[in-house]
């Protein structure tokens, strides 16, 4: 091959204006690239609709924010993988980093699963956003201090809140009570909190009865018999997967909730389920961080609600508000830090501007505190059957934000329960 | 009676033995294949791999009392869960990061668990055998859900990353697993591979395979049934453990799904996905399964419906697995040739 003097000339010429000029092409370049973030959310089983709520809701947001410009110039482009359990979803987890390059992980709703995939999160040097999954037992023992790991507000918070509302609007009436929760750490973690600030508030009731169903089960008729044989006046439910509605369906047909009053925490994971025909009213009913049918509801949430049940023909729930929110965090965190530095952000920048950041969710305002634990807003209130869906709604509506539910940096979860100035 | 004929058509092969690969050879290959993975494979394909070796090891020691005795086991996961909590419980509680006495301990343990268990179980054949371990699986599982001041309850307990040969290692968690443990679980499954090909091949295998053939006539020539079927239950158990201690320390977790009935169901899948029928069958099985498992996971949200009829139409089309088709194609190769 024969090059003549010109051609290299021309040759050494172009190279030598695309290497004198990277900063007018790179940033194209670089805006061009989507960020990528790596969901992880349960599609099957007790936990299936619960993800499902989540993805489609991180899926919108995703969608609402690349008509937007997307994250600092770049569009967001989701990678979703399958939680199950801890091992596999630790293996989804490299996945997304190793595997799929991704610049962020998002998701988990399971505190097992959780309590595996953070550790694995720090050791991998990995950004992980996490929805849900902090239940106290083990989150102190396996991320006591963490680095690359922001995570949702405590579990217990529903417990706590539905405590003291059960107090605010049934105190006087609570003489016996008994508890139905899951048989896991997160369900005895809520009885337990549940019964403390009873104590707290000068409430002496007997416990007449403590049923223990495991995750799943779909056949209550033995634990309904056992609560109905001893004849409590106030029952406290913290079950949220598909077994709260057999629950209230199977209770219902026994009489179980006849001149009881009942607190249901979590019961807004399954609002959809809850149908008016087994539901009784004046129930404490938690819907968390996402009260769909909120009269003070923001403009985002209006577009979302009326878009989810248009598309779905269901109400979502909190879970969706989780994962908007850990979206929306982090794309508060890069434009903030790509703001400071005039460039596309270093992860630990990334991770130092994210609890700065006040974010607007769907549920209402939130933000990470310094300790990267989430700080959002809660909603329960008397349930009534007196509107025009097929499940209840709230009859009256309380609002908590999370730092009067939840405890403070370094404190623990019970010793704070002991000492804290509750609002109510 | 349908699953006895399943269980007979897939432990007891139908084609002669020689025409499938040679076991200690396959393995072989398998180890060297393995050993030069690193210099090709992605990160993520070598992280990938550690699981595999620990269920390499738990299923040579699943096929001894399935393949080569005939006894199905439906509750298998409990070993793993031993193997996995004795490390957790050594590394994280009492500060113990020696793999050496932690794989010695998990030995031990599984092998003094295994005992009564099996001494009640092998008294016991066929789908009887098969509910019994189930049982004392799931009774495993619940000790391991409801104790939860012992155990940590649905949240498991940390597994701390252990000390080969007494020395730590540089790096974070995914240099560890691709480097050092790589090669420390990859030469464990060299060795108990050996070592179970020594087994199989001794009396005491021959024994093993006469007892499944026909126990009556086995007795009748002088074969202590219930001990030998005791001893391969042991044995099997202790590979469990060890397999599951390096499970443990790739996820970093002990939690009680490591016991559920579906795991002992993934141990059954890979054994009959590799051919139960030869040595090196559930080795590979377990190595397709690994693979398929991720990419089909990775491919779509119905991964368990797509697994689900890949089992059917092995247990249909192809009952002696991977390594039977292999067999097969080597036989039709040489008969060509």
Partial sequence: MNITRRALMRGIGVAGLAAATPGIFAPAIAQAKPVRIGILAPRSGAMGTVGECGIRAVQWAAERMNKDGGIAGRPIELVIEEETSPKDTIERFRRLVLQEKVDCVQGLISTGVSLGVAPTAEEEQALLIMWDGTTQDGVKEAMPKSNYVFRSTDNECEAVMASLLAIKYFKGKIKRIAGINPDYSYGRNNWEAFQQILRRAGVEAEVVAEQWPKVGTMDLTSHVAALKAAKPDFIFSSMLFADLPVFMKQGSAAGLFEGVNIALPAAGWQINQLKKEFMPENVVFGHNTLYFALPTASPLQKAFVDDYMGRYKEAPHWEADRAYFALAAYKAGVEAANKATGRWPKLDEIIAAIPEQKVQSLGGPGQFRKD???????????????????????????SFTADQLQKPPGVDFWDWIKTSKLPV | ????????????????????????????????????????????????????????????????????????????????????????????????????????????????????????????????????????????????????????????????????????????????????????????????????????????????????????????????????????????AIYGAVGGAILAVSIGLADPEMVYWTQSGNLVFMAVLGGSGSFVGPVIGGLAFVLLHDSVMAATQYWRFVMGAILVLLVIFFPRGIAGIAGDVVARFRKGS
């Fill in chain 1, 372 to 398: 990267k634990i989430a700080e959002q807003t809660f909603y329960q209130g008397l349930s009534t059957n007196k509107n025009t869906y097929d499940f209840p709604t709230l009859s009256t509506v309380d």
């Fill in chain 2, 1 to 236: 009676m349908r699953i006895e004929t399943s269980v007979r058509a897939v432990a007891s092969p139908a084609a002669p033995p020689l025409s499938r690969p040679k076991g200690l050879w396959a393995l072989l290959v398998i180890v060297v294949a393995m050993a030069a993975l690193p210099l090709i494979a992605s990160t993520y394909t070598l992280t990938l791999m550690v699981p595999f070796f620990g269920f390499a090891i738990a299923l040579l020691g699943f096929n001894l009392l399935f393949g080569y005795t005939g006894l199905l086991s439906f509750g298998h996961a409990m070993f793993l869960g031993v193997g996995a909590y004795a490390t957790a419980v050594l590394t994280s509680k009492l500060g113990v990061r020696s793999f050496e006495l932690v794989l010695l301990t998990a030995i031990a343990v599984s092998a003094l668990i295994a005992l009564p268990v099996g001494y009640l179980c092998v008294r016991y054949t066929r789908i009887f055998f098969g509910m019994l371990t189930l049982a004392f699986g799931m009774l495993f599982h619940s000790i391991l859900f409801k104790f939860y001041g012992l155990t940590g309850g649905d949240q498991g307990m940390r597994v701390v990353r252990p000390l080969l040969f007494g020395m730590d290692s540089a790096g974070g968690k995914t240099a560890f697993l691709t480097g050092p443990f790589y090669y420390y679980a990859l030469g464990l499954l060299a060795v108990l591979g050996f070592v179970m090909w020594r087994i199989v091949r001794s009396p005491f295998g021959l024994h093993l395979q006469a007892i499944r053939e026909n126990a009556q006539k086995a007795s009748y020539l002088g074969v202590q049934v219930s001990r030998t079927r005791l001893a391969a239950f042991v044995i099997s």
